[in-house]
């Protein structure tokens, strides 16, 4: 089933839409993404998706494919609202870089100038090891290297006993901490539990995928005087009209908030809850309530159309139908490479990325892959994704929702990039 989208209705502003022809894209080309989402839907590796495209600020493509109940025989509209987990860390980013540029936050600035549980930290080494060896840290770790993910801190789920239940004597120090129990923990205690044990390496000489983005949403709560929730709500959701993101689904939207999938052991899907998958230290319940822990991680909720929203606000360098939110150039430093030569590429698939603030940037041109140097992203751990090509000034998201996730993207990119007929 394919449900065609309600561009006027879910956009707020008839005048964001466009035919594809008006801004350089095919639209007979862009009539092969729902048969590319439908191939994976009839594989059963997805109940159903979204997708939105936009060029130059407009949107040109918006459909919703599949189920969002598969059950209750509910069909996926492009209002259906998803948990986007990890794709709330740019969004985190954006909320700290704009304290930094109202002077509130230096990118250089050691954590400990706010957080000061955070300062003085003895460094593991070897933490893979039984045998575990401490050292005095070289430096704090910085607010830049929060955005950037060369802290030292450990990932959602590596070191924190979900691998060997403790096996290693540095997970047996997370676990202890209750690093693995974040969930029940507002972010303030978050960071006195992790100023209780080592980093996993010397801040700026490694790059690890860390939970960097709860502590930017604590440094956000400090240095703003708002609750993390507030601040995002009152200075990025409400100037964007982002009018269903939070940290919860409120009842009266619960019946569009999708069902997470999963596989099931004969083959095929089942509904699952989000802590089956093993998600890492969000609930199922934190997002049909309202959460104690405000993860900048993956605590988010949202729609195809108020990401979009958030996306074209970057692709027009900050500002977005009469709001500015960032200036012209500190986008362009968020979105550009900001690891050092001997950190390059990261070691997360697809191949070839560096890192920005708060965004993975493509930094060489891979022969099997379309994306151009220069294009940024993220995803979600649940199935949600999005990139944008300044190149080509283009935004895309994809969003579904199963564990572990299918990278729509890599099956939609090479149909989307062909579908561009002229350059901006």
């Given at each position: 089933m394919v449900a065609k989208a309600q561009i006027e209705e879910h956009s707020y502003n008839a005048g964001w839409t466009t035919a594809p022809e008006s801004v350089g894209l095919s639209a007979e080309d862009l009539q092969r993404i729902s048969p590319t989402i439908r191939k994976f839907?009839?594989?059963?590796?997805?109940?159903?998706?979204?997708?939105?495209?936009?060029?130059?600020?407009?949107?040109?493509?918006?459909?919703?494919?599949?189920?969002?109940?598969?059950?209750?025989?509910v069909p996926m509209d492009t209002d259906t609202i998803f948990r986007i987990y990890s794709m709330t860390k740019p969004v985190v980013a954006v909320a700290a870089m704009m304290l930094y540029e109202e002077g509130s936050l230096s990118l250089h600035a050691p954590v400990a100038d706010f957080v000061p549980e955070l300062g003085g930290l003895k460094v593991a080494v070897n933490p893979d090891t039984?045998?575990?060896?401490?050292?005095?840290?070289?430096?704090?770790?910085?607010?830049?290297?929060?955005?950037?993910?060369?802290?030292?801190?450990?990932?959602?789920?590596?070191?924190?006993?979900r691998y060997s239940g403790g096996k290693f004597p540095m997970e047996a120090l997370y676990m202890k901490a209750?690093?693995?129990?974040?969930?029940?923990?507002?972010?303030q205690e978050m960071v006195e539990r992790l100023g209780t044990v080592p980093l996993l390496f010397?801040?700026?000489?490694?790059?690890?995928?860390?939970?960097?983005?709860?502590?930017?949403?604590?440094?956000?709560?400090?240095?703003?005087g708002l609750a993390f929730d507030k601040f995002l709500a009152e200075r990025i959701f409400q100037p964007l009209h982002m009018k269903d993101t939070g940290f919860y689904v409120p009842p009266e939207k619960i019946d569009r908030l999708a069902r997470m999938y999963g596989p099931a052991p004969g083959g095929g899907l089942k509904p699952i809850h989000a802590a089956e998958g093993g998600s890492g230290y969000t609930s199922e319940t934190s997002f049909i309530t309202?959460?104690?822990?405000?993860?900048?991680?993956?605590?988010?909720?949202?729609?195809?159309?108020?990401?979009?929203?958030?996306?074209?606000?970057?692709?027009?360098?900050?500002f977005l139908?009469?709001?500015?939110?960032?200036?012209?150039?500190?986008?362009?430093?968020?979105?550009?490479?900001q690891l050092p030569e001997g950190l390059l590429p990261i070691n997360r698939k697809p191949e070839g990325r560096g890192f920005g603030l708060g965004f993975a940037v493509r930094v060489t041109k891979i022969?099997?892959?379309?994306?151009?140097?220069?294009?940024?992203?993220?995803?979600?751990?649940?199935?949600?994704?999005?990139?944008?090509?300044?190149?080509?000034?283009?935004?895309?998201?994809?969003?579904?929702?199963q564990l572990p996730m299918q990278q729509l993207g890599q099956s939609l990119r090479p149909v989307i990039y062909a579908a561009i007929e002229e350059g901006i």
């Amino acid at each position: 089933m394919v449900a065609k989208a309600q561009i006027e209705e879910h956009s707020y502003n008839a005048g964001w839409t466009t035919a594809p022809e008006s801004v350089g894209l095919s639209a007979e080309d862009l009539q092969r993404i729902s048969p590319t989402i439908r191939k994976f839907i009839d594989e059963e590796k997805i109940a159903g998706a979204v997708t939105i495209v936009a060029r130059r600020g407009r949107v040109v493509h918006f459909e919703a494919c599949g189920m969002r109940d598969r059950e209750a025989r509910v069909p996926m509209d492009t209002d259906t609202i998803f948990r986007i987990y990890s794709m709330t860390k740019p969004v985190v980013a954006v909320a700290a870089m704009m304290l930094y540029e109202e002077g509130s936050l230096s990118l250089h600035a050691p954590v400990a100038d706010f957080v000061p549980e955070l300062g003085g930290l003895k460094v593991a080494v070897n933490p893979d090891t039984e045998e575990l060896k401490l050292v005095d840290s070289t430096r704090d770790m910085s607010v830049f290297d929060l955005l950037r993910h060369t802290s030292g801190l450990p990932g959602s789920n590596r070191y924190l006993g979900r691998y060997s239940g403790g096996k290693f004597p540095m997970e047996a120090l997370y676990m202890k901490a209750g690093l693995h129990r974040l969930n029940e923990c507002n972010l303030q205690e978050m960071v006195e539990r992790l100023g209780t044990v080592p980093l996993l390496f010397q801040p700026g000489t490694q790059w690890h995928y860390s939970i960097a983005a709860d502590v930017l949403a604590r440094l956000i709560e400090v240095v703003s005087g708002l609750a993390f929730d507030k601040f995002l709500a009152e200075r990025i959701f409400q100037p964007l009209h982002m009018k269903d993101t939070g940290f919860y689904v409120p009842p009266e939207k619960i019946d569009r908030l999708a069902r997470m999938y999963g596989p099931a052991p004969g083959g095929g899907l089942k509904p699952i809850h989000a802590a089956e998958g093993g998600s890492g230290y969000t609930s199922e319940t934190s997002f049909i309530t309202q959460p104690k822990f405000l993860s900048g991680g993956g605590g988010l909720v949202s729609t195809a159309s108020d990401f979009m929203r958030f996306c074209l606000m970057l692709t027009g360098d900050g500002f977005l139908e009469g709001v500015r939110l960032l200036k012209a150039e500190t986008v362009e430093m968020m979105t550009s490479n900001q690891l050092p030569e001997g950190l390059l590429p990261i070691n997360r698939k697809p191949e070839g990325r560096g890192f920005g603030l708060g965004f993975a940037v493509r930094v060489t041109k891979i022969d099997a892959n379309p994306s151009p140097v220069g294009e940024y992203e993220w995803y979600g751990g649940a199935g949600t994704e999005f990139w944008i090509s300044p190149r080509d000034a283009l935004a895309v998201i994809a969003l579904s929702q199963q564990l572990p996730m299918q990278q729509l993207g890599q099956s939609l990119r090479p149909v989307i990039y062909a579908a561009i007929e002229e350059g901006i």
